[in-house]
């Protein structure tokens, strides 16, 4: 028996040494970033091997719940009803008497009241102050999240632990197996630049904190992936300073011949990334070759050091920047952005980004220009509310992107169109097996935080199945909707008339010295004035007001101006052919023909740095298409040429 744990010992030890030996023969094999050390590497390596394990079971799971759906949503709701019974919310709404009944869902839906925010401010209020932490849920809240506020408002909904939780054991993890399945390509040890800012937080009464809930580079989940990225932490942790923090992530993502994937929250701010390579090329490539950051760049001394700790001067690499990114000579150099992207980083695999509804027009201008040929794949939707749906589908064109709904993250209704105006207490909603493809409806859900048959204000398109669990296509925010009659026109009607008018970054090809569209937003206007609330349109629809209006305000390539009354003119005629019942106004004069606005080049990137210093937080910010606040519009108008 003594001579026999010798021999088991030294099988062990072969076993594990043969596991060793292939593994590193497997890693040699992959493409490495240029900056990373053996110890880097190798951590890279086991991280991706047990995402790409988490992710088959987390696969799995999810498949296995879309197949059982009904019965999951059934459970969920019974689920959430239970652990909140004894709530202030679940008191007042008769959640205990509920679960008596033997038809859970259809009583939860005959009895409990479609909802808005109103229904929840005096409870989130109490949560706030201290004063009920529990008014709501049950569950343990960590933070108070804002909405982005491209409604016109921001609101505060309560987060909880386990919406955490299942927004990545039911979102994340699923989305490592489809991206490992799509692009296998990407499986290598490159590193990401991953493009996000550290937030700033505030202190309501009770102790908790105030702001975004996407994902930080303060959690400790960021901190443990930080060796896979090309942004070094100490850029990350530069607050309040978006500007310095996106030089930063462009430089040290120019650094990486080898960088592997782009990745950040919306298509918008991996266009920003690009943007700022063209706008400051010399500068950056000047640090690359230096091993300095400019002295113009404004950050702290101290964040200046550690961040030239980790450069080094590299002139080598400038100049197979120099040779990839510019044309022409001398006063007369210019960025070649066409397929920039893959000039400057040969091995890029893809874009890890959302660019689905109103951030398509930003996945268009890079595809067509700076990252032509580099798919983007669109993993996740979802909003504060939480997790909503999953990219299963690895739709490696990027064309109809459509999300699978996550059967145990919220319980899910669906409000057709038709019906979405109607008096509250007559409206019915529809489930999954109900649905139309084809058709649009609005989402109603409950969800993990406690609340209750909410709209908060999606609209989707209704694509099919997978196994028994909706697809669906994001539309557009009904806040986000122009509707001075009743004509609802959407983001996606408006942006089909834009582009048709003015063309997008994907004609240039076929029509190279066509005026492109780079941002828009619009305003409703009556008598002259913008409609900053609903009681005007309410006038309008009643016949009280004379017509009213839209105006729209376009930022294009051209820096020459626009024939304004040709282009409106041919604006809306095409906006007549988007919405038929904007049509219908327009021929009864019952709608003026809307305005147009040209505004100079860069005024909406002055807008977003507005928005920003209002409290929106640079990782969730959208550009509102429909103008809600007269600052806003102010703002605009100022800029115009």
């Known amino acids: 028996r003594r001579r026999l744990w010798p021999r088991i010992a030294a099988g062990v030890a072969g076993v594990a040494g043969g596991a060793a030996a292939w593994h590193l023969w497997s890693a040699s094999r992959l493409i490495r970033s240029d900056h990373h050390t053996f110890a880097s590497a190798a951590y890279q390596y086991l991280t991706f091997k047990a995402m790409a394990a988490l992710g088959r079971a987390a696969r799995r799971r999810l498949d296995d719940d879309c197949k059982d759906y009904e019965a999951c949503q ?85 987060t909880t632990h386990r919406q955490r939780k299942v927004f990545f054991l039911n979102g994340i993890a699923p989305v490592f197996d489809c991206m490992f399945s799509a692009f296998p390509e990407a499986v290598q040890l490159q590193r990401t630049c991953k493009v996000t800012y550290m937030p700033t937080y505030s202190t309501c009464e009770a102790g908790l904190r105030i702001g975004p809930n996407s994902s930080s580079p303060g959690d400790k989940s960021f901190q443990r992936l930080l060796p896979l990225y090309s942004t070094p932490k100490e850029a990350y942790a530069l607050k309040g300073n978006e500007a310095a923090a996106l030089y930063i992530h462009a430089l040290f993502a120019l650094k990486d011949r080898q960088l592997g994937i782009i990745e950040a929250n919306f298509s918008s701010v991996v266009y920003t990334l690009f943007a700022q390579i063209e706008r400051s090329p010399v500068q950056l490539i000047r640090d690359v070759e230096t091993g300095r950051l400019s002295p113009s760049l404004a950050i702290p001394d101290a964040a200046r050091r550690a961040i030239e700790a980790r450069m080094k001067p590299d002139p080598k690499r400038a100049e197979e920047l120099r040779r990839a990114m510019f044309l022409g000579q001398g006063e007369r150099v210019q960025v070649d952005t066409q397929g920039l992207a893959r000039r400057i980083w040969p091995n890029l695999n893809l874009l890890l980004t959302v660019n689905t509804g109103a951030f398509s027009l930003y996945g268009e201008r890079l595809e067509s220009s700076f990252t032509r040929g580099v798919p983007i794949y669109s993993p996740i939707y979802a909003a504060t509310e939480g997790l909503v749906g999953v990219n299963v589908h690895e739709d490696k064109k990027n064309e109809n992107v459509a999300y699978t709904l996550v059967p145990k993250a919220m319980v899910f209704e669906f409000l057709p169109l038709c019906k979405s105006d109607e008096d509250p207490k007559h409206m019915s909603t529809k489930l999954a097996h109900e649905l139309t493809i084809g058709e649009k409806y609005e989402l109603v859900v409950t969800n993990l935080s406690g609340m209750c048959r909410y709209r908060f204000g999606d609209v989707v398109k209704f694509v099919g199945h997978h196994y028994h669990a909706p697809k669906v296509e994001f539309c557009y925010r009904t806040g986000q909707l122009l509707n001075v009659r009743g004509e609802k026109t959407s983001e996606t009607m408006m942006l089909d008339a834009l582009r048709r008018t003015f063309g997008t970054s994907n004609s240039s090809a076929q029509e190279p010295n066509r005026t492109q569209l780079r941002e828009y937003a619009c305003a409703e206007y009556i008598h002259g004035g913008h409609v900053g609330n609903r009681s005007q349109i309410d006038d309008v629809r009643s016949g009280a007001t004379d017509p009213p209006h839209y105006v729209i305000f376009v930022e294009t390539d051209s820096n020459s101006k626009l024939d304004l009354p040709e282009a409106a003119e041919a604006l809306d005629l095409e906006l007549r052919r988007s919405n038929p019942v904007y049509a219908s106004y327009r021929i009864k004069n019952a709608i003026d023909p809307l305005k147009l606005v040209q505004v100079k080049p860069g005024s909406f990137g002055s807008f977003k740095d507005k928005l920003v210093e209002a409290g929106t937080a640079a990782n969730q910010l959208k550009i509102p298409r429909v103008l809600k606040r007269k600052n806003d519009v102010d703002f605009l108008w100022r800029s115009a040429v």
């Open 74 to 158: 059934e459970a969920l709701l019974r689920e959430l009803l239970e652990a909140n019974k004894a709530t202030a919310f679940g008191r007042d709404h008769g959640f205990e008497a509920l679960l008596k009944s033997d038809r859970l869902m259809e009583e939860f839906r005959r009895r409990m009241p479609l909802t808005r925010y109103d229904a929840y401010r005096s409870y989130i209020d109490q949560m706030q102050s201290g004063e009920d932490p529990a008014a709501l849920t049950s569950d343990t809240v960590d933070l108070f999240a804002v909405t982005s506020g491209t409604s016109g408002h921001r609101n505060v909904l309560p």
